[in-house]
Structures are given as C-alpha cells and as structure tokens.
C-alpha cells in the first residue's frame, strides 16, 4: 500500500515539473515576440500604386537634382557597304567555271587572279582576228595595185578610192577583233580556251554567285564577285517617324558597335529616306563613318544622335528605380505613411551611379532611396 502511494505521489510531482515548464517556455516565446519589433504593416488603397507603409521611416528618402543636358536620340543599325565604292566584277565570256581563287569574305588586292572560264567564245573570237588579219593583208595589197595601175594611168580615180576604203575597213575590222581578245583577256600570239577574271579593284568580297564547274553566262547572267571598300562604311538605321524631327542633314552622331561597346565612333548623316516603311512607320536613315579596321558588314550598332537645345531634367540614384514589366518605377512620398507608385522614363546613366529621369519626375521632389526594398515590402 505504502509503496502504491509514493508511486502516486512521484508521479503527480513529475506532472507538476513538466507543467511547470510549459508554462516557462510559452512565457519565454511570449518575452521573444514581445522584445521583436513588429514587422512593417502594409495598407493597400482602392488604387495599387497608393499603399500606406507602418513605420515608413526605416525607407529613407532622397530628393532628385536638376541634370541639364541635350536631348538624344537613340536608335539601332547595320553596318552595310557603301554602293558608291562597290564594284562588280564582270566577266565577257561565257562557259564553265574551272578554277576559283577567292571566296566570299576573302580581302583582295586589284589585278589579283579571282576565277578561270573555260568558254568557247575564245575560239571564235581568235578565229574572227586571224579572218581580220588576213582580209586586211589581202585589202592593202590590193591597194597597192590599184595605186600602181591608177599612177601608170590604167585605172580611174574611183576605182583606187574604193581600194582605199577597202583597206581602211580592213583595218578597223582588225583592231576590233584585237580589241575582243583584249577584253577577253587572251593573248593574240600564245590563244587558250580559259579566260582569266581579275580584280578591278581592292577590297572585300561582298558577294559571290559562282562555285566550281558553274557556268558563267557573261553580261546577261549575274556577276561572279562584287568587291567592296570598306575603308568607309554606312551605318543604316530606322528612325521613327515621330522622331525624324531630332535627325538632320550634316549632324553627326555617337556610334557604338555591339561587338566593341567600349569603342566611341562618330559619323555624319548623308541621307535620310524619303519613303517612310508603311509597317514600321520609320525612315532609313544613313551614316557615313571611316572604317578604324574593327567594323565588319552586317554589324549591328547604335548610333545617338545629339539634340541642339539644351533641356532641364530630373536624376536620382540609380537604386531609385524599379525595373519591372518592361517600365521604370519610383516610389514618391506622400505623406501620413502613404506612398505611391510612379512610372518614370529613363535615360542615360550618368556618373556617380546615378540615372536621368526624363519624364515622370521633376528636380527636387522626393523619391525612396531603394526602390527594391520598398517592392519587396509590398509584396509581402
């Protein structure tokens, strides 16, 4: 019996012990939240860019300065050759292709061997100048006659004038048929069936319509090579319609090539279209820039054209600014804890970490100095 009590009795004192710490522990978990501060309490308003924030001193604030600068225009291009020193090379003969020297993409120099045609229009272009050759041998020897019988009396004056004009024919029938060889490229005295094409000039080779064992069509077909010089370039750009106002004639324009961001270049506008694309609504506008050795064809770039009045906007740091969906956002002050979400245009960075704000805020109003933390904030 006694030994059945003092069991009841230890066990009553151990659930006292464990109740005891119970309660102990709620109370310290209790002192915990107590000690916590409360996290920040977000109200929204009827609009979502008007929230109030509890304790919305722990977001400090900055004010945006006064950034003086001259509007820009930024667009995009393609390096592309220049048409006025594009070149092609052109070949008389036709026949088929059998010996290639350069490729698309290849830098040559003028009076380098591009291709041979095999091309029968040889054969009867020499075989047209030794006809020449011997009609003009037989022309003037005639002539010779007719001026010996007409000196001795046995012929009349017409009868030598027509020898006259005979072998003045003969003449000038040789110099063409001479004159073809030349433009074939064929050597009168050692004739072959291939007619060598050169370089006419130096430059890269922009474009290539044959390959090995294709046939060459002269004159009516396209052009085997079209060479380029590329020691000035254009950069083609489209230019919005409503802002073809800010491009002119002459003015000149900061270029940055995607390849090289770190390479400052400027060019001149020579042109602007004067035929808007119906889709877009945008004009092609063209500058001319002297190639530095680094511009390749088909390089994008992006070309800023610089206003010529000087126009007041805002700038705040560039933590100010929320990206998000494709806009930019800052949060403005609104008094009582309140704040509301404003979007902005960006500009260019300026130093100093910095950005220019080109509208949606104006100099010397207020703005939250982390515009992120205050997103994360609401968020939650």
Known sequence: ??????????????????????????????????????????????DVNNFKVDRSEQYPLVTAIEHKAAPELNVTGVVSPDTSR?????????????????????????????????SGDVSGAFSDYRKAVNDELMARAQLQRSQFLFDKGAISKSVLEVAEDAAHNAEVTLDTTLEHLRLLGVNKDHPTGL????????????????????????????????????????????????????????????????????????????????????????AKVRLEVENPGIMRLGMFATAVFHGQDTQTHAAVPATAILHLHDRNWVFAPNGNGYF???????????????????????????????????QNTVEQ
């Not at 009553?12 to 920040?40: H, T, Y």
């Not at 979400?341 to 207020?366: T, W």
Request: glycine residues 8%; hydrophobic residues 45%; proline residues 6%.
């Open 86 to 118: 594009t070149v092609p090379v052109i070949s008389l003969a036709t026949g088929k292709v059998v010996e290639i020297h350069a490729r698309l993409g290849d830098i040559v120099k003028k009076g380098q061997l591009l291709l041979r045609v095999q």
């Open 340 to 374: 509301r979400r404003l979007e902005v245009v960006a500009g260019a960075p300026l130093p100093g970490n910095m950005q220019e704000i080109v509208s949606g805020l104006q100099p010397g109003a207020q703005v939250v100095q982390n515009a992120l933390v205050m």
């Open 195 to 282: 007619v060598s094409i050169y370089a006419p000039v130096s430059g890269v080779i922009t474009d290539q319509q044959v390959t090995n064992a294709a046939g060459v069509q002269g004159l009516a077909g396209p052009n085997p090579f079209t060479i380029s010089d590329v020691s000035h370039v254009w950069i083609v750009c489209d230019v919005y319609e409503n802002s073809l106002a800010q491009v002119h004639l002459g003015d000149l324009a900061d270029i940055h090539l995607n390849a090289y961001p770190n390479t400052a270049l400027q060019a001149r506008v020579s042109n602007i279209g004067a035929i808007l694309d119906p889709n877009l609504r945008s």
């Open 1 to 46: 019996m006694r030994t059945k009590l003092a069991g009841l009795f230890l066990f009553a004192i151990v659930g006292l012990l464990l109740c005891l710490g119970v309660v102990a522990c709620n109370k310290g978990k209790a002192d915990e939240k107590a000690e916590a501060p409360p996290s920040p309490v977000v109200v929204p308003d009827t």
